[in-house]
Antibody, heavy 120, light 108 residues
């Protein structure tokens, strides 16, 4: 069965960095675009970034552009999110989510989420 | 960005009730509208995609409809497992995906 398992969350000071990972199994990882989506009680669900199946295309929300980098290693079935210059407003649960198909970004499987807390 | 507005933000209903949740987009999303269910402490679960297509494994009491800017999620007969928060998401603007603010369905 399809599984996405995030890791790497934790407490980090403002201005510091953190790298999240998302380990995938149960499907052909290299065939699907994968997204990061975050959630806070105040701002709800917010799309963060997407990477194409081959890693050749990457797009970001304006709120993280220039600070976050999405990447993937298809040989390891793993997605990453490098988060630099973290701010308090980046505090959220971060989910990885796969596209349902190659046509439009609909998220049919999500990980369980990993909590990132940015605080001094 | 396309703004997604859900109403109501919460509702109370009884088992067996018919429940309708509305999602309005700030511009047409051309049926690229999806619905998710989320329970506390869990990830969202896809229910409906492309406005009215039922995701595999989702009970048929869930249905979606709409066009242009206005969309509806209907639960025909609310079951105990359906008490949760529901979110709409537009996938029309593919590089700026946005979600509604959520509708919490509570037990009356």
């Amino acid at each position: 069965q399809v599984q996405l398992v995030e890791s790497g969350g934790g407490v980090v000071q403002p201005g510091r960095s953190l790298r999240l990972s998302c380990a995938a199994s149960g499907f052909t990882f290299s065939s699907y675009d994968i997204h990061w989506v975050r959630q806070t009680p105040g701002r709800g669900l917010e799309w963060v970034a997407v990477i194409s199946n081959d890693g050749g295309s990457k797009f970001y929300a304006d709120s993280v552009k220039g600070r976050f980098t999405i990447s993937r290693d298809n040989s390891k079935n793993t997605l990453y999110l490098q988060m630099n210059s973290l701010r308090a407003e980046d505090t959220a649960v971060y989910y990885c989510a796969k596209d349902r198909d190659m046509l439009t970004p609909v998220f049919d499987y999500w990980g369980q989420g990993t909590l990132v807390t940015v605080s001094s | 960005d396309i703004q997604m507005t859900q109403s109501p933000s919460s509702l109370s209903a009884s088992v067996g009730d018919r429940v309708t949740i509305t999602c309005r987009a700030s511009q047409s999303v051309n049926n690229h509208l999806n619905w998710y269910q989320q329970k506390p402490g869990k990830a969202p679960k896809l229910l409906i995609y492309a406005s009215s297509s039922l995701q595999t494994g989702v009970p048929s009491r869930f249905s979606g409809s709409g066009s242009g800017t206005d969309y509806t999620l209907t639960i025909s007969s609310l079951q105990p497992d359906d008490f949760a928060t529901y979110y709409c998401q537009q996938s029309y603007s593919t590089l700026s995906l946005t979600f509604g603010g959520g509708t919490k369905v509570e037990i009356k």
